[in-house]
């Protein structure tokens, strides 16, 4: 240990005094020893494990092994839990509680004698919300992506845990799928401990934490049960130790051209349309100025190399099998800035120069992408004044240049109640338009923008139509889906006044989103326009209410935008 270094740690255990007294005797109660105490790094294990939160069921197993590293290291492991954000089950929707995680993992780790931390992470909201406490207070850390879950099976066919989910209403009302064929895939969709295989939201975070720096080489595409996660583990606990000794912090990693590089991998990956939300959050955490126009400037124009659902063919274990994220770093460096610390000390692309590409059929190359250009549009327009998303590569073409009349949906409830009544008028150049699904209306802006459409359009043969809302998609969906919009309806903004029969113009290759009535219009429309009630009156949904910042700035809270930092200056008694 550099003597010139003094640990956070020792203001607690440090001392020579009743603090220090206090601080180290009540630990006793567990069996510690002595030098325990003295100048060893002490190394916060943030586990984000839930009987709640399926996808990191495993993650007590992981955190026993991070333990085993520090120890080998010469530091000391200590776990603690955090709120965990299970997608399958919370309601109304995780994004509800991602700040709310984010407040925990931060006020746990500044309040107590913590030196480094370990993010063990899994399900969609886990890794953003943990990255976004770590960040406001900036303590050196490592993340641990839990892992996808092994290929899902169904009579021979290959099916991703989430993807599926979007197509039980099609596989039973045209296709003739039983209950007892849904129950079968029920059973074999989801066939080992970790997170959707697809390229959703979770894999999408672990290869973003990847991109970013913040892992070990090679982390984000580990199948949560292969041996090698464990190995990871282990190297993972080893290495915190030292950056505690590097005073190697997040802020140091975390730069702009960390966050250009990662929006450059998203696109390269097809990663879901949630990666902008969760990494403007995470710049918001660091201080770094980032803005939405810049995922469409860095990333809109970037070739689609992974082949995986729910744009592509295959799953994450047979991404990692055909050489994870470092083969696709590889392959992208001539997009990539060079300059990028990672947690190993090394940079990005050191990381990655010569790492093998097994299969080009899952990861293609430069010379021969599946896409030339695949990453998120951003639109503007007097619809979404402060923008909108797309995401190209899961969209129908034919739909990317297209002029319909809405249908409107005042709230998820009056979708559900109308979308498949036969007297419907809807057919399938017909936008569908769904209102009160934003940060503020839903609460929470849940994944609901990849509304199934009629069935009585499904059984016609229709697969795809326009959809526009101020609510997201889930990584594991695709379709023409128009996401993000901002700002929201619910606080006023233009889709608020979107009516039956209007003409809603989108030109996905001029980046436009235009509700096509006359200005004088708009203007009466919004001025006759009345604020729905509040959602909730108490507690931390109407804090979160109160606070939450429009889609286009991160849906954070604004009195949570950049840090507090490690410092607490008094103590407990």
Same mark, same amino acid.
């Given at each position: 240990?550099?003597?010139?270094?003094?640990?956070?740690?020792?203001?607690?255990?440090?001392?020579?005094?009743?603090?220090?007294?206090?601080?180290?005797?009540?630990?006793?109660?567990?069996?510690?020893?002595?030098?325990?105490?003295?100048?060893?790094?002490?190394?916060?294990?943030?586990?984000?494990?839930?009987?709640?939160?399926?996808?990191?069921?495993?993650?007590?197993?992981? +955190?026993?092994?991070?333990?085993?590293?520090?120890?080998?290291?010469?530091?000391?492991?200590?776990?603690?839990?955090?709120?965990?954000?299970?997608?399958?089950?919370?309601?109304? #929707?995780?994004?509800?509680?991602?700040?709310? #995680?984010?407040?925990?993992?931060?006020?746990?780790?500044?309040?107590?004698?913590?030196?480094?931390?370990?993010?063990?992470?899994?399900?969609? &909201? #886990?890794?953003?919300?943990?990255?976004?406490?770590?960040?406001?207070? %900036?303590? =050196?850390?490592?993340?641990?992506?839990?892992?996808?879950?092994?290929?899902?099976?169904?009579?021979?066919?290959?099916?991703?845990?989430?993807?599926?989910?979007?197509?039980?209403?099609? &596989?039973?009302?045209?296709?003739?799928?039983?209950?007892? %064929?849904?129950?079968?895939?029920?059973?074999?969709?989801?066939?080992?401990?970790?997170?959707?295989?697809?390229?959703?939201?979770?894999?999408?975070?672990?290869?973003?934490?990847?991109?970013?720096?913040?892992?070990?080489?090679?982390?984000?595409?580990?199948?949560?049960?292969?041996?090698?996660?464990?190995?990871?583990?282990?190297?993972?606990?080893?290495?915190?130790?030292?950056?505690?000794?590097?005073?190697?912090?997040?802020?140091?990693?975390?730069?702009?051209?960390?966050?250009?590089?990662?929006?450059?991998?998203?696109?390269?990956?097809?990663?879901?349309?949630?990666?902008?939300?969760?990494?403007? +959050?995470?710049?918001?955490?660091?201080?770094? @100025?980032?803005?939405? &126009?810049?995922?469409?400037?860095?990333?809109?124009?970037?070739?689609?190399?992974?082949?995986?659902? @729910?744009?592509?063919?295959?799953?994450?274990?047979?991404?990692?099998?055909?050489?994870?994220? @470092?083969?696709?770093?590889?392959?992208?460096?001539?997009?990539?800035?060079?300059?990028?610390?990672?947690?190993?000390?090394?940079?990005?692309?050191?990381?990655?120069?010569?790492?093998?590409?097994?299969?080009? %059929?899952?990861?293609?190359?430069?010379?021969? =992408?599946?896409?030339?250009?695949?990453?998120?549009?951003?639109?503007?327009?007097?619809?979404?004044?402060?923008?909108?998303?797309?995401?190209?590569?899961?969209?129908?073409?034919?739909?990317?240049?297209?002029?319909?009349?809405?249908?409107?949906?005042?709230?998820?409830?009056?979708?559900?109640?109308?979308?498949?009544?036969?007297?419907?008028?809807?057919?399938?150049?017909?936008?569908?338009?769904? &209102?009160?699904?934003?940060?503020?209306?839903?609460?929470?802006?849940?994944?609901?923008?990849?509304?199934?459409?009629?069935?009585?359009?499904?059984?016609?043969?229709?697969?795809?139509?326009?959809?526009?809302?101020?609510?997201?998609?889930?990584?594991?969906?695709?379709?023409?889906?128009?996401?993000?919009?901002?700002?929201?309806?619910?606080?006023?903004?233009?889709?608020?006044?979107?009516?039956?029969?209007?003409?809603?113009?989108? %030109?996905?290759?001029?980046?436009?989103?235009?509700?096509?009535?006359?200005?004088?219009?708009?203007?009466?429309?919004? +001025?006759?326009?009345?604020?729905? =009630?509040?959602?909730?009156?108490?507690?931390?949904?109407?804090?979160?209410?109160?606070?939450?910042?429009? +889609?286009?700035?991160?849906?954070?809270?604004?009195?949570?935008?950049?840090?507090?930092?490690?410092?607490?200056?008094?103590?407990?008694?």
């Amino acid at each position: 240990m550099n003597k010139q270094k003094k640990l956070r740690s020792s203001d607690w255990f440090g001392k020579q005094d009743k603090m220090g007294f206090v601080h180290r005797s009540w630990f006793r109660n567990q069996g510690y020893p002595d030098d325990y105490f003295v100048n060893r790094p002490i190394i916060g294990i943030c586990n984000t494990w839930s009987e709640l939160t399926p996808c990191n069921g495993h993650l007590r197993e992981i +955190a026993e092994v991070v333990k085993r590293g520090v120890l080998e290291a010469g530091g000391v492991p200590f776990e603690f839990p955090v709120t965990s954000l299970g997608e399958t089950v919370m309601r109304p #929707t995780t994004m509800l509680f991602r700040n709310l #995680t984010s407040m925990d993992v931060e006020e746990t780790i500044r309040a107590n004698p913590i030196d480094g931390v370990v993010l063990l992470t899994g399900c969609d &909201k #886990t890794t953003p919300s943990t990255i976004m406490g770590a960040c406001s207070v %900036d303590l =050196p850390t490592i993340v641990i992506p839990g892992g996808a879950m092994l290929n899902g099976h169904f009579r021979g066919e290959c099916i991703g845990s989430g993807s599926f989910n979007w197509m039980i209403k099609e &596989k039973l009302g045209v296709e003739n799928y039983t209950m007892q %064929d849904i129950q079968e895939v029920e059973t074999g969709v989801a066939r080992s401990q970790g997170h959707c295989m697809t390229m959703g939201t979770a894999s999408t975070m672990a290869c973003m934490s990847e991109s970013l720096g913040i892992t070990l080489p090679g982390a984000a595409a580990i199948p949560a049960v292969d041996a090698r996660k464990k190995l990871l583990a282990q190297l993972s606990g080893r290495r915190i130790v030292e950056m505690v000794k590097e005073d190697l912090r997040l802020s140091r990693i975390l730069t702009r051209n960390a966050f250009e590089n990662a929006i450059v991998v998203n696109s390269a990956i097809g990663g879901s349309t949630n990666f902008i939300i969760h990494l403007l +959050a995470i710049a918001g955490r660091i201080g770094i @100025p980032l803005a939405l &126009k810049d995922f469409d400037i860095i990333g809109s124009k970037i070739p689609l190399l992974v082949n995986l659902k @729910p744009s592509g063919k295959f799953l994450m274990e047979d991404f990692y099998y055909a050489g994870g994220l @470092p083969a696709v770093v590889r392959e992208m460096q001539p997009y990539l800035k060079s300059d990028v610390l990672t947690v190993n000390g090394k940079s990005l692309i050191d990381n990655c120069a010569i790492a093998p590409c097994y299969n080009t %059929d899952v990861i293609a190359t430069l010379q021969s =992408p599946l896409q030339s250009e695949a990453g998120m549009v951003v639109l503007k327009g007097n619809l979404c004044e402060h923008g909108a998303i797309i995401k190209p590569a899961a969209a129908s073409t034919h739909l990317l240049k297209h002029r319909g009349r809405a249908v409107v949906f005042e709230s998820i409830e009056d979708y559900t109640a109308r979308i498949d009544h036969p007297d419907l008028d809807i057919d399938e150049q017909c936008v569908i338009v769904l &209102k009160g699904v934003g940060p503020v209306g839903y609460p929470g802006m849940p994944e609901v923008g990849n509304v199934d459409l009629p069935m009585k359009l499904l059984q016609k043969g229709v697969k795809d139509m326009v959809r526009i809302s101020d609510g997201r998609m889930s990584g594991t969906a695709g379709g023409t889906v128009i996401l993000h919009i901002s700002p929201e309806s619910s606080i006023g903004g233009t889709l608020a006044l979107v009516r039956n029969g209007d003409i809603i113009e989108l %030109d996905v290759a001029n980046r436009r989103l235009h509700l096509d009535i006359t200005d004088e219009e708009l203007a009466a429309r919004k +001025a006759n326009w009345q604020p729905p =009630p509040p959602m909730a009156i108490r507690g931390y949904v109407k804090f979160y209410i109160d606070h939450v910042q429009q +889609a286009h700035l991160g849906a954070d809270l604004d009195i949570l935008r950049n840090g507090s930092g490690a410092e607490v200056v008094r103590d407990l008694h």
